[in-house]
């Protein structure tokens, strides 16, 4: 447990307090500050042109804080690879995964101890979109239940995302191709469901929307905290995890 915690605080430190990470972090708030002015102006026409037209009222969940959410995914379907590129690719490059191979501890270990580091580093800008709907609730009332609801499931799919930049930062020494990988990943993962759309196939289309990133993550944002959902991204993390400690112990056997 010890070593598990001194490679995750020494990942975490290498990754935060890097020009890169302050680059990514900022670049992230500068985005999801524009597209929260936006989301908020959206809201103040679309309320005010419903008022006029004696429409049913629009909800500030699912126009701000719904987009918000939404626009936070997108960020972090690239932001993430980006983090996770160095927790293994970078060493291999320095010369420093040799070290770490022989030193007393498992690959277990080591691939647990980077997946927390880099997990505990990519939390961090989901915490900065946190910080936006929780300014919010000092001028409007939002559904506090929702609101977590839907940030323990963006954490989650945050956590999907960190544990398959790990694996995809263990195949290779290089960087780019690390993040190239893990942007396709997300990307496949996130718009899986979308290749369904004209299959006649109810039990293909069953199957392909729970592996789905993004099925999951939408009953978490309507408040809905489905068992299977959870599973589902526990079983993402553990797999990628498990095939990243694959990788290092063959690499302790070349």
């Not at 691939?111 to 961090?124: A, D, E, P, Q």
């Not at 990133?213 to 068992?227: E, R, T, V």
């Amino acid at each position: 447990m010890t070593s598990i915690l001194n490679i995750s605080m020494r990942d975490f430190k290498g990754l935060v307090f890097t020009p890169m990470f302050y680059f990514i972090a900022s670049l992230c708030a500068f985005l999801l500050s524009y597209s929260f002015v936006r989301n908020l102006i959206d809201f103040a026409y679309s309320t005010s042109a419903s008022q006029v037209a004696g429409a049913v009222k629009y909800s500030i969940h699912q126009i701000v804080v719904v987009s918000h959410i939404s626009i936070t995914n997108i960020i972090l379907i690239f932001a993430v690879p980006a983090i996770t590129m160095k927790l293994i690719s970078e060493e291999k490059k320095t010369k420093t995964y040799d070290l770490l191979l022989t030193s007393p501890i498992t690959s277990g270990q080591i691939v647990i101890g980077k997946f927390l580091g880099g997990l505990f580093t990519s939390l961090l800008l989901v915490f900065i979109s946190f910080l936006y709907p929780l300014a919010l609730m000092l001028f409007t009332k939002i559904d506090l239940g929702i609101l977590f609801s839907s940030y323990l499931g963006l954490s989650l799919v945050c956590s999907a995302y960190v544990a398959i930049g790990l694996f995809c930062s263990s195949l290779s020494s290089s960087i780019i191709a690390s993040v190239i990988m893990g942007v396709v990943f997300n990307l496949t993962l996130w718009f899986l469901s979308q290749g369904t759309v004209y299959s006649e196939s109810d039990l293909l289309v069953s199957v392909m929307d729970h592996l789905s990133i993004g099925d999951h993550l939408f009953s978490f944002i309507k408040g809905s905290l489905k068992l299977s959902s959870i599973v589902y991204f526990l079983s993402a993390c553990g797999l990628f995890v498990f095939l990243s400690g694959r990788v290092v112990e063959s690499s302790r056997w070349r």
